[in-house]
T-cell receptor, first 114, second 113 residues
Framework: AQTVTQSQPEMSVQEAETVTLSCTYDTSESDYYLFWYKQPPSRQMILVIRQEAYKQQNATENRFSVNFQKAAKSFSLKISDSQLGDAAMYFCAYRTGANSKLTFGKGITLSVRP | NAGVTQTPKFRVLKTGQSMTLLCAQDMNHEYMYWYRQDPGMGLRLIHYSVGEGTTAKGEVPDGYNVSRLKKQNFLLGLESAAPSQTSVYFC????????????FGPGTRLTVT
């Protein structure tokens, strides 16, 4: 079974600083995709960033970037210049190429200190 | 575009009662999903559909049924609600699998007493 592990339940960062959220996954597949979703207090799930496993280059979206280590099966999210609006729960998710289903980690709650 | 909408937003049921949650999307997506979110558990897939008239079981399907009679709608039914079904329910849709993004509805908070 595919599993996604987010080992840190909570993290905190000072406004304007950088924080890294960790995620590891377990798979025997070679074709897969990885995602980070954000869930603010409004409860609305929003896609932050995604990565195809076959691409060696790490994905970036403005202040958000990933560190994709395929051999280590690690997919961490880096948030630069943290803002108060980044405070949310963040979920790592995985999907194989042939599968329509996403498997989510348990999430990490990020707080941002002003 | 409204995106993905869910009806109702909140509901309180007594044990043994039944109800249907409605999910609608206006993006012409093929795939639709129902998840439940419980504290410390992340999102767990209940049922999903890869096209009109098709449904399949997810990770936690027991106690739930679904139907996809129209492409834009995906219904989740609880025939006999139990306190263990107290949760926040999310519907999502996507154009396909692979790299395609799942778009989520705002969620339904269900309490079973």
């Amino acid at each position: 079974a595919q599993t996604v592990t987010q080992s840190q339940p909570e993290m905190s960062v000072q406004e304007a600083e950088t924080v890294t959220l960790s995620c590891t996954y377990d798979t025997s597949e070679s074709d897969y995709y990885l995602f980070w979703y954000k869930q603010p207090p409004s409860r609305q799930m929003i896609l932050v960033i995604r990565q195809e496993a076959y691409k060696q280059q790490n994905a970036t979206e403005n202040r958000f970037s990933v560190n994709f280590q395929k051999a280590a099966k690690s997919f961490s999210l880096k948030i630069s210049d943290s803002q108060l609006g980044d405070a949310a729960m963040y979920f790592c998710a995985y999907r194989t190429g042939a599968n329509s289903k996403l498997t989510f980690g348990k999430g990490i709650t990020l707080s941002v200190r002003p | 575009n409204a995106g993905v909408t869910q009806t109702p937003k909140f509901r309180v049921l007594k044990t043994g009662q039944s109800m249907t949650l409605l999910c609608a999307q206006d993006m012409n997506h093929e795939y639709m999903y129902w998840y439940r979110q419980d504290p410390g558990m992340g999102l767990r897939l209940i049922h999903y559909s890869v096209g009109e008239g098709t449904t399949a079981k997810g990770e936690v399907p027991d106690g739930y049924n679904v139907s996809r009679l129209k492409k834009q709608n995906f219904l989740l039914g609880l025939e006999s609600a139990a306190p263990s079904q107290t949760s926040v329910y999310f519907c999502a849709s996507s154009m396909g699998g692979g790299i395609y993004e799942q778009y989520f509805g705002p969620g339904t908070r269900l309490t079973v007493t």
